[in-house]
Every structure is written in structure tokens, then in C-alpha cells.
């Protein structure tokens, strides 16, 4: 059973910050990407931002140079440093990992979302 669990959501005012967390845990033989997307009311989910095991990172326009990606792999987790924070970035944030129980069984996973909620 692999469970992946966001934390650090919460309200901000525009222009601050907020560092989003993703764990995951269970029975994990491996880990490749791991993506943040986000979904605002009456829109479609969205890519935010993904980065590989090798580090590699690639984020939406809407927040390059705003927002970094990182991952730690001793621990499992990826992260999402969110700065200069704007209205437009409302939504529930989710975390998606490809992930293998096995050397050769690899599967999508979904954590449950986090809501981040910026305004004045």
C-alpha cells in the first residue's frame, strides 16, 4: 500500500509564501517522476511543476520564477517552495508520483490535495 500525503497549504496574502510538502510511504521499491499539479474551481486540473530523479525540472509559465520544485530522496518527499504568491494560484494542490512496489510493477498515485487560498 503506497500512500503519498500533502501538507502546507493553508491562507496568504498576495505576495507571500507557503512551502508545500509531499510524502510518500508504504511498501516503495522506487520512485521516478514526481509532479505538482493544481486545480482551481471550475477548472481543469493543471501541471504546475515536475522534476525527475535525476533533478530535472520543468515548470508552467504561469509560475517560473516564482515557484521551485525539489525532491528528497532519502526521505521520500517532494517539495514546492510557492513565492510571490497571487490570487490566480488559488486552488487544491496535488501531488503525483510514478512509483514501483516491485522492480517491475510501476504505478501513478495521487495524493489527496492540499488548498492553498491567496488573498487580501
Known amino acids: 500500500q503506497v500512500q503519498l500525503v500533502e501538507s502546507g497549504g493553508g491562507p496568504v496574502q498576495p505576495g507571500g509564501s507557503l512551502r508545500l510538502s509531499c510524502a510518500a510511504s508504504g511498501s516503495i521499491f522506487n520512485i521516478n517522476a514526481m509532479t505538482w499539479y493544481r486545480q482551481a474551481p471550475g477548472k481543469q486540473r493543471e501541471l504546475v511543476a515536475t522534476i525527475t530523479t535525476g533533478d530535472s525540472t520543468a515548470y508552467a509559465d504561469s509560475v517560473k520564477g516564482r515557484f521551485t520544485i525539489s ?50
Do not use: H
Open 71 to 120: 525532491r528528497d530522496n532519502a526521505k521520500n518527499t517532494m517539495y514546492l517552495q510557492m513565492n510571490d504568491l497571487k490570487p490566480e494560484d488559488t486552488a487544491v494542490y496535488y501531488c503525483n508520483a510514478f512509483i514501483a512496489v516491485t522492480s517491475r510493477r510501476w504505478d501513478s498515485y495521487w495524493g489527496q490535495g492540499t488548498q492553498v487560498t491567496v488573498s487580501s
